[in-house]
């Protein structure tokens, strides 16, 4: 009875000063009223972000506030806000995503790397030779030559499972292909080791349809799917664990029985994977020593890049100091990390998003395939290159439409390092913001009709032109690997659409999504047939 009555007054005190604390906040902004320990998480949150987001802007103006996590967070969703958070400054307070305080550090790196790196100054000399990896003209070639070569090879699955034709379409789930086929570009692109996600796909289906593998498609050992296909899952493991340390206080993640256990596990999985990570570079280390100074490297991965970065193989080192700052293997592994993590789910999910939205609007499939047919004049074998690319004018059109209509990222974070001054109000260090991108991208004062599905309207170069590149974000933290997934992106359509037609199984069901800090696609159901 004491017990109880213990615990009830704990509650009631708990609740009293939550809500004291609320209504007396610094600075109160309209905002849906928070509950106690889960704020204004609510599960539909989660399934819904992009119409979360998109109401807030709605219900509450364009600077409004939530609670996340126990942590309030001012939410803007007007561009005039826009240029003093993302500004070109390192000096800004604004150039940190998240605070890297809780049980986060623990688990991710806090001073490595160019996403979570706190450190201003360690973070640009990691951006700086990141961005020298993916953005070097060598790069974005093998960016095509990989999309390229991996999309013939998701083809010859295809043709083995289902024997795609002109008259019969075939029924599958195309997100499951394009999570596939973008872990297996992104890793040789980011490791210069293929992943064989596809093929490991291809196991489980033919094995599904107790199905006799055709002599075409060419498997590389057992083993060697198994082991490519658990490094991807412990990555997975790996990214997912972030938010279970964030959530799960010190103290429970350490006496509680089974959050003790999921927190050895997690540190078991990091364990494998960094020392996967470690075999990977050191492997590679002895490579490039073996390989003549004189010689030009055969792989321009991003490993390798990373690897020769400021030593006297590089031919972008410009001063003797500049070997003092090659890069140790700790610190390429966590770029390594940055990169996969930063470019597979980001590209799948939109490039799911991107083929619904092209096939639920018959009128634009049609004229995409005018567009390519244009290009390709009937050619459905030769290698899409950047010169094919740089014809298209409609193609990256949609993308930009898709992604202002249902953009992956719904907002983009940012917190202060300093005291500030922002939409009007005096800011303590350490508060968080959320630039709500869903807003932005569908607010009538910056778009004609923003629920109408148009194209053409970035067909005006100077349309909201600080905001076509939201899907990227912007400032100094913007996205290093924007030029390579826009590559990789409208090669995909040109590949899939010169040669295939697709059409939603149910064109009238929405997308299948679930939603964290990024829009996932749980389903994509198509048709799919032979061109005529
Ligand atoms: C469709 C694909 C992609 C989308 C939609 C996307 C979107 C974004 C966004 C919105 C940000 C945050 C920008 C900000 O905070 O202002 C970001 C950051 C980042 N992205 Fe991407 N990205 C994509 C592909 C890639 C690729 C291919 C790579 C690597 C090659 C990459 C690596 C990164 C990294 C490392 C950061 C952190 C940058 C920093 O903190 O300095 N992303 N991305």
């Excluded at 990896?133 to 090879?153: D, G, H, I, R």
Aim: charged share 25%; glycine share 4%; net charge positive.
């Amino acid at each position: 009875m004491m017990f109880t009555t213990l615990i009830f007054a704990t509650i009631i005190f708990y609740v009293i000063r939550f809500y004291y604390k609320y209504f007396t906040r610094l600075n109160p902004l309209p905002g849906p009223l928070p509950l106690p320990i889960i704020g204004n998480l609510k599960l539909s949150t989660f399934k819904n972000a992009d119409k979360f987001f998109g109401e807030l802007n709605r219900k509450y103006g364009d600077i409004c506030e939530i609670i996340l996590s126990g942590k309030r967070i001012i939410v803007l969703s007007n561009p005039k806000d826009f240029n003093k958070m993302f500004t070109m400054s390192t000096k800004s307070p604004y150039t940190t995503r998240f605070p890297m305080k809780d049980g986060l550090p623990e688990y991710f790196p806090a001073t490595f790397g160019v996403s979570s790196n706190k450190d201003i100054k360690s973070w640009r000399y990691n951006r700086h030779l990141f961005v020298q990896a993916v953005m070097s003209s060598t790069y974005l070639q093998e960016v095509l030559n990989w999309t390229n070569k991996c999309f013939v090879e998701k083809e010859s699955y295809w043709n083995d499972l289902y024997m795609i034709n002109e008259n019969t379409p075939r029924e599958l789930d195309l997100n499951k292909w394009i999570v596939r086929f973008t872990n297996d570009v992104t890793a040789v692109l980011t490791f210069g080791e293929r992943a064989y996600t596809m093929m490991a796909y291809y196991e489980v289906l033919s094995k599904e349809d107790n199905k006799k593998r055709s002599s075409e498609v060419k498997l590389v050992s057992y083993n060697t799917v198994e082991k490519s296909e658990k490094f991807i899952e412990s990555f997975k493991t790996y990214l997912g664990g972030g938010t279970f340390f964030i959530v799960v206080p010190r103290l429970l993640r350490k006496y509680v029985p089974g959050l003790k256990g999921k927190t050895q596990k997690l540190y078991a999985n990091r364990e494998y994977l960094y020392n996967a990570f470690s075999e990977l570079i050191t492997q590679r280390r002895k490579e490039i020593e073996n390989e003549s100074l004189e010689e030009t490297l055969d792989r321009k991965d991003m490993l390798s890049s990373l690897i020769i970065s400021n030593t006297e193989r590089d031919p972008k080192r410009n001063d003797s100091n500049s070997y003092e700052l090659s890069m140790t293997d700790e610190q390429i592994r966590f770029n390594l990390i940055d990169a996969f993590s930063g470019s597979s789910d980001t590209t799948s999910n939109f490039t799911s998003i991107l083929i619904y939205y092209i096939a639920k609007h018959p009128e634009v499939k049609k004229k995409i395939f005018e567009e390519i047919d244009n290009i390709f004049n009937g050619d459905i074998t030769r290698p899409v290159s950047h010169n094919d690319i740089k014809e298209l004018k409609y193609c990256p059109a949609v993308i930009r439409e898709v992604s202002r209509f249902h953009p992956v990222l719904p907002m983009i974070p940012r917190y202060i390092t300093e005291p500030d001054n922002l939409a009007g109000y005096n800011w303590p260090t350490g508060t968080q913001f959320y630039f709500n991108v869903v807003g932005i991208l569908q607010h009538p004062s910056y778009w004609d009709d923003p629920k109408e599905f148009i194209p053409e309207r970035f067909f005006d170069d100077q349309l909201n032109k600080d905001l076509r590149n939201l899907l990227f974000g912007f400032g100094v933290r913007n996205c290093p690997g924007y030029k390579s997934s826009m590559i990789e992106m409208q090669c995909f359509l040109c590949l899939l659409f010169r040669k295939y037609d697709v059409e939603l199984v149910d064109p009238n069901a929405p997308l299948k999504t679930v939603i964290g800090f990024l829009t996932a696609c749980l389903e994509l159901p198509v048709r799919i047939k032979l061109r005529k």
